[in-house]
């Protein structure tokens, strides 16, 4: 399959993890079944970052983005999923369909508002490399 090259990182999906109800990684491919709508943030354009970082036998996970001048419906749905767990499912540079974190090893969400903008960070670790979705 031909690859697009894409300029950056794209399309974040975040699923609470107890909406995951299946989960696995076989040979970098991860197969997920999940119930339920994922949060679909409407990301400033080129602010997802992605990072996945070997550290000693596990990798350091750290995806940050930005959401522009949210609506009074989006501040509290950011809000209300602050303490939560997530597992996030992008599309990185080259176009292709990846999922970070797990039921395992979650990602948390934290976030501030600066200059009428969030800036959210998504993190944590885990045993591999981020996996690509079938």
């Excluded at 997530?86 to 080259?94: I, L, P, S």
């Excluded at 797990?102 to 976030?111: A, D, E, G, I």
């Amino acid at each position: 399959m031909a690859h697009k090259v894409v300029s950056a990182a794209h399309s974040l999906k975040l699923w609470p993890v107890e909406n995951v109800l299946r989960f696995a990684v076989v040979s970098s491919k991860a197969v997920c079944q999940m119930k339920g709508t994922p949060f679909i943030p409407e990301l400033v354009p080129g602010s997802l970052k992605i990072q996945d970082i070997p550290d000693q036998g596990t990798y350091k996970k750290k995806i940050t983005f930005k959401v522009q001048h949210p609506a009074k419906e989006r501040t509290s749905t950011i809000i209300t999923m602050k303490p939560g767990y997530f597992v996030a499912e992008y599309v990185d540079e080259v176009g292709d369909s990846r999922v970070s974190g797990s039921p395992s090893y979650p990602l948390l969400l934290s976030f501030s508002m600066n200059d009428g903008l969030y800036s959210c960070t998504l993190e944590g670790k885990g045993t591999d490399p981020d996996a690509y979705t079938l």
